[in-house]
């Protein structure tokens, strides 16, 4: 194959994004692997998950910069020295300036835990409850600098159910997460989409995704 694209992956906190994305980066023929790990928070607990499959982690802590700029050019510099060609963004709670989003356009991805446009922000999961909504789900999608939102590269759906606690609904959208995150890498590693327009567009021959095992109350678009 040709060589893998090269992963930046941001995050904030536990990183269980992060870890989804390491683990199908060690399929032989997954066409990405990461080569740096940067939080903006020294506390978060993703980092060991970097330091624990030798992976380079760094902590670039947004509050010694006196502007977003100024942050963000930090960033940029660590993930140019490690030649990154695509940032993934997994719970990474900063907002982003022109600065740093035109730099990484088309070439930086976010996950977040609602079907986009719906529900942009924090405390997704509580707000679906509060709206009766039936169905919900999470969303990868290239970085604009609006707050969560983008192309739309992939999408997962499940159906919200009776009894359903935040909590019970957190924990069944992020086991999705951690299948089309990777996906969604998949398909742009690969060269599977492209953005044209500002929509994506995908090429005839989609990867394989692998269901899980509560397959039946889930789907995912695009489909191979
Ligand atoms: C995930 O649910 C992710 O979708 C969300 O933060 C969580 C991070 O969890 N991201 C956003 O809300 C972005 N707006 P993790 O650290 O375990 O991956």
Known sequence: MTSKKRVGVLISGRGSNLLSLIEACKQP???AEIVLVVSNRADAGGLQHG?????PTQVIDHKQFATREEFEDELTAALEAE???LVCNAGFMRLLTENFVDHWLNRQLNIHPSLLPSYKGLNTHARVLADGSLITGCSVHFVRTEMDSGPLIAQAAIGVVPGETEESLAARVLAVEHVIYPYALHLVASGAVVVENDRVKYGDKLPDLEQPEN???WFIVPRA
């Open 29 to 31: 023929e997954f066409p």
């Open 51 to 55: 330091t624990r499959n030798n992976i």
């Open 83 to 85: 030649h990154v060609d």
């Open 215 to 217: 397959g039946s109350d």
